[in-house]
């Protein structure tokens, strides 16, 4: 893969082996990484069982304490440097946090969570760092944005879907969807 931010890519991956190395002493200590257990039935043949564990909630839990942590630190300063980054979270992370906050948990956390579900855990693999890499750098670095509004039209329904043209569309919501992302 040819990385375009060199000095991005060192920092983020040490940031993110520091936190594997975090994160597997706590288990080492005693923390409980959460499983989810799912049955897959087929219609010929045996049930398909899937145990996979649940980093997601794990890395979140622990969040505050990765951030208080030396490699956090020099991965946020090179993030600051870093014009698309800024946009990238300010983008994903809405209004209330501050830029830090915003670049840590759009980023940093976002990053290492791929990374340690890539893994199926905390046994590194530089394999699954890079392909999280480049579809971080790829959303930050990439020849387009998509941009995405949901906006209420109060006394229209449509069963399907509409082209207005110019990739504007309208569609019926979701139950609860408007609600998920108002302010």
């Known amino acids: 893969m040819a990385v375009r931010a060199p000095q991005l890519h060192l920092t983020l991956r040490a940031f993110c082996l520091g936190a594997f190395v975090f994160l597997g002493r706590a288990l080492e200590e005693g923390d409980d990484l959460p499983f989810s257990f799912e049955e897959h039935v087929q219609r010929a043949g045996p049930a398909l069982y899937e145990y996979r564990p649940l980093v997601r909630t794990f890395v979140e839990s622990r969040a505050s304490a990765l951030a208080g ?42 990053l290492l969570i791929s990374t340690a579900e890539a893994c199926g855990g905390f046994d590194w693999d530089d394999r699954a760092f890079e392909r999280a890499y480049a579809t971080l750098e790829h959303s930050l670095f990439g020849a387009s944005r998509a941009y995405a509004a949901v906006a209420p ?27 998920h992302h108002w302010p």
């Open 69 to 110: 942590r030396e490699d956090a630190r020099i991965a946020l300063d090179e993030l600051l440097r870093e014009p698309a980054a800024a946009i990238f979270a300010r983008a994903h992370a809405g209004p209330k946090p501050s830029e830090e906050q915003a670049l840590f948990r759009t980023v940093l956390v976002s």
């Open 153 to 179: 039209l109060v006394g229209i329904s449509v069963v399907t879907q509409v082209e207005l043209g110019g990739g504007i569309r309208m569609r019926a919501a979701a139950t609860g969807e408007l609600a």
